[in-house]
């Protein structure tokens, strides 16, 4: 059996082990329940970090402290980092100063400051008169930059040479560097005073002799961003040059740090729940951070909003209420129609927050998501009048009344997909977050016009009806 094979088996077994994970768990809880070290320690000591913070997770908060208080300090190191924030803020204000200095100074620089800047000031300041004085510095100029751009992401921890560098000496810096550093993707080229001027790639060290000078093989059309770049566009920067590695910037072009691949995985899928949980006007963070009652204050004055836009559909309706005294069967579909146009914007609005978030939508080419969101409602209407139609005209019996259902549907779903489409962009191009703005209002909004259209037309041809 091959090296791969052997990997590719070891991976299959523990990944088998983490999908029976409630029969583990069960296991586990006994375990820890009755204190015993010995077999907890033989269950963990083949699982990695981020298999070890998934069990814990699982954990109450007590009983996940006394399992990370087994860890290896080089084990742990990364458990904390997996952890979600619940758990993480119950251990952090309980670790014991040495150990927490200890686990913050096996973690690269970006890491460390996510975890510093997680404790009380006091806490904080103590941890980093602990450390190095390099590694310090590097972690509070991290923190200065906001959590959610180029700066707040990037490790300081990078390789460096000169462009008279020679290859051997650039092989020497990355063995060096990569004993306490991962994710060495990339050399960086710089001046005596600092200037980015080119980079080299790690595998181009094999193809070139050791004596063979850096300028030679450096690539000196270099992407860069500069710390306060948002992390958004940075991740799109990743997908439009296909790169694993960028190196951060001040405006003078002087080398500040790298981020790396592994980070843009955790930007996307902090901005796509963050976007989600926004378009139904809630909050990321607020099941794991914030109490019932946080949570209810937090949601409360969105909910009203969509309840007076609501009303608004209430008193549509109210106007019309003689069209609706003599068709009854009005009233049937009425929620139909607005549910199904409804959703329909919903989906458009989620479509297009997404394309603004990757870059695939571009603002000042507005009318292409417009179009192409338009000709897709134009077949989804199309096929839902036609189905609500028939149903209507053969359970009122009256082809007219079919007529009025599905002509209804079609025009609503329509208008929803150009407003779900519509609003985010209008949202961005004034300034505000597409996400927050798309999800609740869309769908009132679209009750609104979407029972207005269906009795207006009834009400125009209620002779025939």
């Given at each position: 059996?091959?090296?791969?094979?052997?990997?590719?088996?070891?991976?299959?077994?523990?990944r088998?082990?983490?999908?029976?994970?409630?029969?583990?768990?069960?296991?586990?809880?006994?375990?820890?329940?009755?204190?015993?070290?010995?077999?907890?320690?033989?269950?963990?000591?083949?699982?990695t970090?981020?298999?070890?913070?998934h069990?814990?997770?699982?954990?109450?908060?007590?009983?996940?402290?006394?399992?990370?208080?087994?860890?290896?300090?080089?084990?742990?190191?990364?458990v904390l980092l997996?952890?979600?924030?619940?758990?993480?803020?119950?251990?952090?204000?309980?670790?014991?100063?040495?150990?927490?200095?200890?686990?913050?100074?096996?973690?690269?620089?970006?890491?460390?400051?996510?975890?510093?800047?997680?404790?009380?000031?006091?806490?904080?300041?103590?941890?980093?008169?602990?450390?190095?004085?390099?590694?310090?510095?590097?972690?509070?100029?991290?923190?200065?930059?906001?959590?959610?751009?180029?700066?707040?992401?990037?490790?300081?921890?990078?390789?460096?040479?000169?462009?008279?560098?020679?290859?051997?000496?650039?092989?020497?810096?990355?063995?060096?560097?990569?004993?306490?550093?991962?994710?060495?993707?990339?050399?960086y080229?710089?001046?005596?005073?600092?200037?980015?001027?080119?980079?080299?790639?790690?595998?181009?060290?094999?193809?070139?002799a050791?004596?063979?000078?850096?300028?030679?093989?450096?690539?000196?059309?270099?992407?860069?961003?500069?710390?306060?770049?948002?992390?958004?566009?940075?991740?799109?920067?990743?997908?439009?040059?296909?790169?694993i590695?960028?190196?951060?910037?001040?405006?003078?072009?002087?080398?500040?740090g790298?981020?790396?691949?592994?980070?843009?995985?955790?930007?996307?899928?902090?901005?796509?729940?963050?976007?989600?949980?926004?378009?139904?006007?809630?909050?990321?963070?607020?099941?794991?951070?914030?109490?019932?009652?946080?949570?209810?204050?937090?949601?409360?004055?969105?909910?009203?909003?969509?309840?007076?836009?609501?009303?608004?559909?209430?008193?549509?309706?109210?106007?019309?209420?003689?069209?609706?005294?003599?068709?009854?069967?009005?009233?049937?579909?009425?929620?139909?129609?607005?549910?199904?146009?409804?959703?329909?914007?919903?989906?458009?609005?989620?479509?297009?927050?997404?394309?603004?978030?990757?870059?695939?939508?571009?603002?000042?080419?507005?009318?292409?998501?417009?179009?192409?969101?338009?000709?897709?409602?134009?077949?989804?209407?199309?096929?839902?009048?036609?189905?609500?139609?028939?149903?209507?005209?053969?359970?009122?019996?009256?082809?007219?009344?079919?007529?009025?259902?599905?002509?209804?549907?079609?025009?609503?779903?329509?208008?929803?997909?150009?407003?779900?489409?519509?609003?985010?962009?209008?949202?961005?191009?004034?300034?505000?977050?597409?996400?927050?703005?798309?999800?609740?209002?869309?769908?009132?909004?679209?009750?609104?016009?979407?029972?207005?259209?269906f009795?207006?037309?009834?009400?125009?041809?209620?002779?025939?009806?």
């Amino acid at each position: 059996m091959t090296d791969s094979t052997d990997h590719r088996a070891f991976s299959d077994e523990r990944r088998e082990l983490i999908e029976v994970d409630d029969e583990l768990m069960k296991d586990i809880e006994e375990i820890v329940r009755t204190r015993s070290d010995f077999l907890l320690l033989n269950i963990l000591q083949d699982l990695t970090p981020p298999d070890i913070a998934h069990i814990m997770n699982r954990l109450e908060a007590e009983e996940a402290e006394y399992v990370f208080g087994l860890l290896k300090a080089d084990v742990a190191s990364g458990v904390l980092l997996e952890l979600d924030e619940s758990h993480r803020e119950h251990l952090l204000p309980r670790l014991p100063q040495e150990k927490l200095a200890e686990l913050v100074d096996a973690m690269d620089s970006d890491d460390a400051a996510d975890i510093i800047g997680a404790l009380s000031r006091d806490q904080a300041a103590r941890i980093l008169g602990t450390m190095d004085v390099e590694d310090s510095s590097h972690v509070e100029e991290l923190l200065r930059y906001d959590e959610s751009t180029a700066g707040g992401i990037m490790a300081k921890e990078v390789a460096t040479v000169h462009p008279d560098d020679t290859v051997k000496k650039a092989i020497r810096i990355v063995r060096r560097m990569a004993k306490d550093h991962k994710n060495i993707y990339n050399i960086y080229v710089t001046t005596d005073d600092g200037l980015l001027v080119g980079t080299v790639p790690i595998q181009s060290l094999l193809l070139y002799a050791p004596n063979k000078r850096i300028r030679k093989i450096m690539k000196d059309d270099v992407v860069s961003v500069t710390p306060d770049v948002d992390q958004e566009e940075v991740a799109q920067i990743f997908k439009k040059y296909d790169i694993i590695s960028l190196p951060v910037t001040d405006t003078a072009g002087k080398l500040l740090g790298r981020i790396t691949v592994d980070d843009i995985v955790d930007v996307l899928e902090e901005e796509h729940v963050e976007d989600v949980a926004r378009m139904v006007g809630s909050d990321a963070d607020e099941i794991e951070r914030r109490s019932p009652t946080q949570v209810a204050l937090l949601r409360l004055p969105w909910v009203l909003t969509t309840l007076f836009i609501e009303l608004g559909a209430g008193l549509v309706i109210s106007r019309f209420d003689e069209t609706l005294s003599r068709v009854i069967l009005l009233a049937s579909f009425m929620p139909i129609i607005s549910a199904i146009s409804g959703n329909t914007g919903l989906q458009s609005a989620a479509i297009v927050v997404r394309g603004l978030a990757t870059g695939h939508v571009d603002l000042a080419r507005w009318w292409k998501p417009v179009i192409r969101q338009v000709q897709t409602t134009l077949i989804i209407g199309a096929a839902c009048g036609l189905v609500i139609g028939l149903i209507g005209a053969y359970w009122d019996g009256n082809a007219v009344f079919g007529a009025v259902v599905g002509t209804s549907m079609f025009i609503s779903i329509n208008i929803s997909g150009l407003v779900g489409t519509a609003t985010p962009m209008i949202s961005k191009r004034l300034g505000f977050d597409p996400a927050l703005t798309a999800g609740p209002f869309e769908t009132a909004f679209q009750d609104v016009v979407g029972i207005s259209i269906f009795l207006s037309i009834a009400t125009l041809l209620i002779q025939w009806l």
